[in-house]
């Protein structure tokens, strides 16, 4: 098993950073997919940004531009990057990662194997 725990959410003023990281730990032999989700109040849950194998990222509409996902293999960590935040980001932010590469259907849906408990982002004034 493997077990994934967020950090960095808390709250910022619109137009403020945040770096959300995930660790990794476990029984980690290798992790290919690794991606951060979002679910805001009343909404349903949707991917933010995504890392596949040796780094090819996918990012959602409305977050290009101010987010950037990164990964260190060595550390078994996934960050997510925010920049230019706005009320709308407003969420609960999961991490999730799988050992397999996943297609981009797959990761739209959430089809990972492995999900964190999330960090609460909150961006107000």
């Known amino acids: 098993q493997v077990q994934l725990v967020e950090s960095g959410g808390g709250l910022v003023q619109p137009g403020g950073s945040l770096r959300l990281s995930c660790a990794a730990s476990?029984?980690?032999?290798?992790?290919?997919?690794m991606g951060w989700y979002r679910q805001a109040p009343g909404k349903q849950r949707e991917l933010v940004a995504a890392?596949?194998?040796?780094?090819?990222?996918y990012y959602a509409d409305s977050v290009k531009g101010r987010v950037t996902i990164s990964r260190d293999n060595a550390k078994n960590t996934v960050s997510l990057q925010m920049t230019s935040l706005k009320p709308e980001d407003t969420a609960v932010y999961y991490c999730?990662?799988?050992?397999?590469?996943?297609?981009?259907?797959?990761?739209?849906?959430?089809?990972?194997?492995?999900w964190g408990q999330g960090t609460q982002v909150t961006v107000s004034s």
């Open positions: 476990g029984s980690i032999f290798s992790i290919n997919t």
């Open positions: 999730a990662e799988d050992s397999r590469a996943k297609s981009i259907s797959a990761i739209l849906v959430g089809n990972l194997e492995y």
């Open positions: 890392i596949i194998g040796g780094g090819f990222t």
